[in-house]
């Protein structure tokens, strides 16, 4: 029976334990797994733009031995041209997995209703789950658990922080969330975290104080371009900065999931400073999603 992987509530913590493990192996022996998806093809449906989710999965499922065919915008038109289920159901018949990039949410949910082969949510409107799960790879892989940490999400109470608060309850870190009024996560996504402490902050500094890792994402993110105005005078106290880093612990993790706007959500010096692990969880994407691939296509080896 195929599995999706829409949303990291879709796994287990002892499947992402397995992911991470397969991600450390990966990252240690890459030649040890150079032929292990090969034959395999993957579908990238993007109609979104993207740098690092396309370049990490093409690469991921080349050096895996498999094959990557990109369809953006132009080729399929999703939902326009052609109906997510007609595309779903015929692009099962070429591929062996899907990832689908896209706006509404309900659309990764609809092709993978009608697929017949595994579907990967590289991006949607209310969760961005391979970029959570590489998130706290890193973290765990900097600060060697995750249990009891807190990280402090600064910003848009977006997709990347609905996927964050998933990752959190998961794997027992806590959360602080410091958003504007308006801008605060999904109740919905707030109401189920169960597993961790998630707690809600007007004041970046109170939320930043005595945390583990900062976190944070554009403040508008892609399909937001016109509120760009207005987000910016209300987020200008959200900015990741020395003065902030001050406060959370001595050795705090900074992230950011990239494109970063430099100069309104993260300052150059935090983003190119000492505490940043900014590339490595972008470098991290990759390996995390190989180890996705192996774990959907061939199951837990």
């Known amino acids: 029976m195929k599995k999706d ?5 879709d796994l287990t913590y002892k499947e992402i334990e397995h992911v991470f493990t397969l991600t450390a192996s990966l990252k240690k022996e890459r030649d040890k797994f150079s032929g292990s998806l090969r034959g395999k093809a993957l579908g990238l449906i993007f109609q979104k733009p993207s740098c690092r989710t396309r370049a990490s999965f093409e690469v991921g499922m080349y050096q895996l031995g498999g094959y990557s065919i990109y369809l953006g915008p132009d080729e399929i038109n999703l939902g326009v041209r052609e109906t997510i289920k007609d595309a779903a159901m015929t692009l099962s018949r070429y591929v062996d997995a899907i990832v689908l990039r896209t706006f509404e949410h309900k659309n990764v949910v609809e092709m993978a209703e009608f697929s017949s082969v595994p579907v990967i ?10 970029q959570a799960l590489a998130d706290i790879y890193t973290i765990k892989e900097k600060l060697k658990k995750l249990k009891g940490l807190t990280l402090a999400y600064i910003g848009d109470g977006n997709n990347v922080c609905h996927s964050l608060i998933h990752a959190c309850d998961k794997s027992g870190m806590n959360m602080n969330v410091a958003a504007p009024e308006g801008y605060e996560p999904n109740p919905e996504i707030l109401k189920a975290a169960k597993g961790a402490k998630i707690r809600l902050f007007k004041n970046a500094i109170e939320a930043a104080s005595n945390t583990d890792v900062i976190y944070t994402d554009v403040w508008a993110s892609m399909g937001k371009e016109k509120e760009a105005g207005k987000r910016k005078k209300a987020f200008r106290d959200f900015q990741i900065n020395s003065k902030i880093l001050k406060t959370a612990k001595s050795k705090v993790l900074v992230m950011h999931c990239l494109p970063a706007h430099r100069g309104q959500e993260i300052t150059d010096d ?32």
């Open 5 to 9: 992987f829409i949303s990291v509530e």
């Open 121 to 130: 949510n590289g991006l949607s409107d209310l969760l961005h789950p391979c």
């Open 270 to 301: 935090v983003i190119d400073g000492e505490h940043s692990i900014v590339f490595d969880q972008a470098e991290n994407r990759m390996h995390v999603q190989k180890a996705i691939l192996i774990m959907l296509l061939k199951g837990k080896k």
